[in-house]
Every structure is written in structure tokens, then in C-alpha cells.
């Protein structure tokens, strides 16, 4: 807002702008919110000084003087006076007690202009009082902003504590399911390890030659014989059964 504007807010709030000026003033305040601001704010400071202006009490005699012009002013008009000289000037306009209403007419207007004096006085100080508010405003306006980003982060942050929960029970599912899948693991492998043992001793027996001998001696008929015989490892067992004890 420019400094014209400003000027004619504080001439309008106190009521000191001219008609035409007044309404073109008024065309531009319906139009313009920061200066509907500005205004609201020039009348509620005006109203507060008006407030905290000292009560005065009045003279004694003002009563008696206000009358005293009342009646004076109320009594019929004197006799037109005779034509003066030109150049002079008429005693009545130089009475001031001839003219008590201009003079109460002016009341309003020199209190309105010592308020405008009062104000523009103070106008530093209001100025600063509207900086310090504008930058309390942004200062919460920014506060506002960081709680809404600190909600943000704690929901986000409970979502993937959420999510890392359910994350760490399905890896303790399938960490369960592995245990057991390798438990049948080591079962099947001692079964096959079993197996494989069987096989192998099959697998010796394949390579053993068993030969079972018969007895060729007349006087002892009944003698037998079994030879096992390993050919890779040289090495057997035989077996005779029905023989005569050796001397």
C-alpha cells in the first residue's frame, strides 16, 4: 500500500477528506480488503486514543456562557447599520461573540485534526505494533506448517513400524517353515544314508565268491565245507564242519 492511500485512510477515519475526495476513497475501499483492513485498524486505534484521553472536568461558567450566547443569538436582529466607509470593517465580524455556532462548528473539526496530530505521532509505534503482529502471524503460520510435517513423519513412521511388523512375522513364518523343511531334510538324509549302506554291503556281497565244498574222503562222508573269497582284498574264510579232530 502506497503512502497516498495511507495518508487518505487517516484522513477518512478522522473525517477530514472532502466530499469528492471521500468518495472516490470509498470506491477504492470497496474494492481494495488490504485497505479494509487498514481502515478497520486506523478507527480501532482512533477509538482506543479517544478512550485513553484524561476526563476533563468543565469550567463553572461554561453552562452560564453557552446560554448566555444561546440567548444573545436567539434575540431579534439590530437595526441595519448605516453604510460604513469602504475599507472598514464591520464591528460584528470582529465580535467573536457574534458568532458562537461557526465557532462550536469548529469544535469537532479541531479535535478530529489534534487526534490526526496525535496520531501521526504515534504512527511509528502502531507501525511497529502491525510488523511485530504480521511476523507473530507468519512465526505461527510456520509453526502450523512444522506440527503438520511432524504429524506427517509420526503417521509415516507408525506405517512402517506397522509394515516392518508384519514384515518381521512373515520372515518368522517362513524361518519356521524353513526349519521344519530342513528337519525333514536330515530325516530323508538318514534315510538315505541307511539305504546306502544297504546298498553297499549288497555291493560286497555281489563281490565275494561263496563256494560250498563237499567231502571226497570215503571214511568221512559227512564233512562239508564253505569258502568266502574276496578277490580285491585277498583275503577269506573257510569254514569246515564233520572233520576228525587234528592229532
Given at each position: 500500500m502506497?503512502d497516498s ?23 477504492e ?5 488490504a ?31 453557552l ?11 439590530a437595526p441595519?447599520?448605516?453604510?460604513q ?24 473539526w479541531?479535535?478530529?485534526?489534534a ?26 503460520a510456520?509453526?502450523?506448517?512444522r506440527?503438520?510435517?511432524y ?21 518368522r513364518?517362513s ?27 549288497d ?27 574276496r ?10 564242519e ?6
Amino acid at each position: 500500500m502506497n503512502d497516498s492511500l495511507l495518508e487518505s485512510a487517516n484522513l477518512y477515519v478522522l473525517g477530514l477528506l472532502t466530499a469528492p475526495e471521500q468518495e472516490a476513497f470509498e470506491h477504492e475501499l470497496r474494492h481494495n480488503p488490504a485497505l479494509q483492513r487498514e481502515v478497520y485498524a486506523l478507527s480501532e486505534a482512533v477509538l482506543a486514543m479517544a478512550h485513553s484521553a484524561p476526563q476533563t472536568a468543565p469550567p463553572p461558567d461554561l453552562r452560564a456562557s453557552l446560554l448566555a450566547d444561546w440567548e444573545t443569538a436567539a434575540s431579534p436582529a439590530a437595526p441595519h447599520p448605516a453604510a460604513q466607509p469602504t475599507g472598514t470593517v464591520p464591528q460584528q465580524a470582529t465580535n467573536p461573540s457574534a458568532s458562537p455556532f461557526r465557532i462550536l462548528h469548529f469544535i469537532p473539526w479541531a479535535a478530529a485534526a489534534a487526534l490526526a496530530v496525535l496520531f501521526y505521532q504515534n504512527r511509528n509505534e502502531i507501525q511497529t505494533a502491525r510488523e511485530q503482529a504480521s511476523a507473530a502471524r507468519t512465526e505461527a503460520a510456520v509453526a502450523r506448517e512444522r506440527e503438520k510435517q511432524y504429524l506427517e513423519a509420526v503417521q509415516m513412521s507408525e506405517a512402517a513400524k506397522a509394515q516392518s511388523e508384519a514384515s518381521l512375522a512373515s520372515l518368522r513364518t517362513s524361518l519356521e517353515q524353513a526349519e521344519t523343511a530342513l528337519n525333514a531334510l536330515g530325516a530323508e538324509k538318514e534315510k538315505l544314508i541307511a539305504e546306502l549302506s544297504l546298498l553297499q554291503q549288497d555291493s560286497q556281497l555281489d563281490k565275494t565268491r561263496i563256494a560250498v565244498l563237499g567231502s571226497i574222503l570215503k571214511d568221512q562222508p559227512a564233512a562239508v565245507a564253505v569258502s568266502l573269497w574276496r578277490q580285491e582284498r585277498q583275503d577269506g574264510l573257510l569254514v569246515v564242519e564233520n572233520l576228525p579232530a587234528l592229532p
